[in-house]
């Protein structure tokens, strides 16, 4: 019975894995290839070679090996360095907010630009 639920959550930590690296994988396909270039990353091809590879290892071995631990660190770099770079380059933000860092004036208030007295 301990074996039974010892291999049922490492099933579940091998699933949530692999979806991790397969959201990563489709966000990389879904940005343009001169985004890459612009963010100063390495290429399209490249991020999806290496996190369709983190994907199919997360999926065939089992997370006591080694391999996933070095596609998770993959998926990880992409997720914390190269996505918010392309992000940033691509102009995608969340919502309609406005960017904090050059998306206006300094005098902008809440609700648009501050006029002074009228």
């Known amino acids: 019975m301990l074996i039974t639920g010892f291999f049922t959550v490492f099933g579940v930590i091998s699933l949530v894995l692999f979806l ?6 489709v966000d ?12 100063g990353k390495n ?6 070679i290496i996190l369709g590879i983190a994907a199919v290892v ?5 997370v006591l090996s080694f391999l996933p631990i070095i596609g998770l ?3 990880i770099v992409y ?4 996505r918010p770079a392309l992000r940033e380059v ?4 969340r919502g309609n907010r406005p960017r904090r860092n ?4 300094s005098s902008d208030g809440p609700y648009g630009p501050y006029n002074g007295r009228r």
């Open 43 to 48: 290429t399209k091809a490249f991020w999806l």
């Open 90 to 93: 691509g102009g995608r933000n």
């Open 79 to 82: 997720m914390v360095d190269v």
């Open 28 to 39: 990389a396909a879904i940005h343009r290839e001169d985004a890459y270039r612009a963010a």
């Open 20 to 25: 991790f690296a397969l959201f990563a994988f």
């Open 58 to 62: 997360m999926k065939l071995f089992s």
């Open 73 to 75: 660190v993959a998926v």
């Open 102 to 105: 050059g998306g206006g004036s």
